[in-house]
């Protein structure tokens, strides 16, 4: 079945198609390069996502993005370095390079991103990081909770403050959690905060994805890639910034050796797909997720209509064409 409907507005991708946009040195040919294999699979509007890392190397690779002048680039996703310092949450973030939640710090990232950063997935339990949610709302920047051992009322004060977004919810924390109260329960219940969701197949099992889908609703839902240098690319070994990670063949991405993943190789018309098949949910129901409701969440607009040929049988969806 051939459909047509609005291209991808993807808020998280560290990489793609072997381009590592937290790796020093990105030239503009390599990012046109990430861009161009993006919009194949309907990305046609991203946040590139810097992770925690030195105020140095995070200058560094702003400067490469934002001198690469291109519509496709819709701002910058500053995931950490204000995230959860221990192993668990913190997943593939390096660890020295965690630092509290901090106005001064932020303030100088966002003026080397030019006012760039729209969007900044923190962890609300350091001392100062209610005080930062409410800068960054008063600074029309975006806030999401991530990559944090939050009790709940930590994830209800950051709520309170202004977070509206929950960053890949059910990943980015410890492998053991009390069965409740937890701060999982705590976002799949505050009605104020979207959600977004990598639906790989490896970041969430189908029941979860299903689970969690049907508690945010679907207007309340985004998905995301998280992808990495991998995406796009064959079985093999990739870096995100200062991190080595492996592709298997099995999809999966992650530190060699290591039981947590670090990213994914996920394009957006799987994410698609899988979520049809994971959920039940109609098409139609389930493509604003990837398109119409992540750029509203910004206050932007989609760019682009995809031609695609959607496979029912088979849980397929192909971009066959893009209009400007």
């Known amino acids: 079945m051939q459909i047509e409907f609005s291209g991808f507005f993807d808020l998280q991708v560290n990489g793609f198609a072997g381009v590592d946009f937290n790796s020093s040195g990105c030239t503009p040919e390599r990012i046109k390069h990430a861009v161009d294999a993006l919009r194949e699979t309907g990305v046609t509007r991203f946040l590139p996502t810097l992770i925690t890392s030195s105020y140095a190397k995070f200058s560094d690779c702003v400067r490469a993005l934002l001198s690469f002048r291109e519509p496709a680039i819709a701002g910058i996703h500053l995931e950490g370095p204000y995230i959860s310092p221990h192993d668990g949450p913190r997943g593939a973030h390096p660890r020295r390079h965690v630092v509290e939640a901090s106005l001064e710090d932020f303030k100088r990232r966002q003026e080397a991103a030019r006012g760039r950063i729209v969007l900044v997935t923190l962890a609300p339990e350091s001392a100062a990081a209610i005080r930062l949610v409410e800068y960054l ?18 994830i209800h004060d950051a709520v309170s403050a202004g977070a509206t977004l929950s960053t890949h919810l059910g990943n980015g924390c410890a492998q053991m959690l009390a069965r409740h109260p937890n701060f999982i329960w705590e976002q799949l219940a ?7 969701f990598i639906v790989d197949g490896h970041h969430l099992p189908a029941a979860t994805v299903k689970a969690m889908v049907r508690a945010k609703t679907p207007a309340r839902s985004i998905l995301v890639t998280d992808a990495t240098a991998a995406a796009g690319c064959s079985p093999g070994f990739y870096k995100i910034g200062e991190e080595r990670v492996e592709l298997t063949a099995e999809g999966r991405v992650s530190a060699p050796g290591a039981p947590n993943l670090a990213g994914s190789a996920l394009p957006m018309n799987t994410a698609v797909a899988n979520t049809v098949r994971f959920t039940g949910l109609a098409l139609n129901e389930v493509l604003p997720m990837a398109s119409t409701l992540p750029a509203r969440y910004l206050g932007l607009t989609p760019a682009g209509r995809l031609l695609a040929e959607w496979d029912e049988d088979n849980y397929s969806l192909s971009v ?3 209009f400007d």
């Open 137 to 154: 709302v008063e600074s029309n920047v975006r806030v999401a909770i991530g990559h944090t051992a939050a009790s709940p009322e930590q």
């Open 190 to 196: 505050a009605d104020e905060l979207l959600a977004s």
């Open 320 to 322: 066959n064409a893009i």
